[in-house]
């Protein structure tokens, strides 16, 4: 480290400090049926997420453009034809993909990092519209993401990424 360079950081993050936000939200019927995270960690380097996903949730299949890595903590979530119980661990690296996720009936949380950009990527937007279609799933806009100061910002950040 030179005199230019900043110190290595160290923080410290409770999750109970740090508020869920809907971040993709869908109408099953008359219920809604969402994900929530809490952004635990937002940088250039590195996101660090807790994700709530609400029973029979539906996520398209999709990539994202750095290495992500999935752990379930509670409940269980079909992805693909790959049943994941609480205990499994998924690594995506950057260029794979995966899905449909479709969350099991108690739902699933999740503990979940990106290495870099944390940017999905769609594997198959059709494929996913016929999804919802034939299990009558409306799309509900989604909500307004809050992030934190020390995310990065770039131009369309604000624009939809799923759905």
């Known amino acids: 480290?030179?005199?230019s360079e900043p110190a290595p950081r160290l923080a410290f993050v409770h999750e109970g400090d740090v508020p869920w936000q809907e971040i993709i939200a869908q109408?099953?019927?008359?219920?809604?049926?969402?994900?929530?995270?809490?952004?635990?960690?937002?940088?250039?380097?590195?996101?660090?997420v807790l994700g709530r996903?609400?029973?029979?949730?539906?996520?398209?299949?999709h990539?994202?453009?750095s290495d992500h890595l999935v752990y379930v903590l509670e409940g269980d979530l079909t992805i693909g034809d790959r049943h994941c119980p609480?205990?499994?661990?998924?690594?995506?690296?950057?260029?794979?993909?995966?899905?449909?996720?479709?969350?099991?009936?108690?739902?699933?949380l999740l503990f979940e990092t990106w290495a870099g950009d944390p940017a999905p990527v769609p594997a198959d937007k059709e494929e996913y519209h016929a999804l919802l279609r034939?299990?009558?799933?409306e799309r509900l806009p989604l909500p307004k993401i809050v992030r934190p100061p020390t995310a990065p910002r770039r131009p369309g950040d604000d624009e939809p990424t799923y759905g």
């Open 86 to 108: 609480a205990g499994m661990l998924v690594v995506l690296e950057v260029g794979a993909t995966f899905g449909p996720l479709i969350a099991g009936p108690r739902g699933a």
């Open 134 to 137: 034939a299990r009558a799933i």
């Open 63 to 65: 990539g994202h453009k």
């Open 53 to 61: 996903y609400d029973p029979g949730v539906v996520i398209e299949r």
């Open 1 to 3: 480290m030179t005199a």
């Open 27 to 48: 109408r099953h019927g008359e219920r809604r049926v969402s994900v929530h995270e809490k952004f635990l960690e937002w940088t250039e380097r590195r996101m660090v």
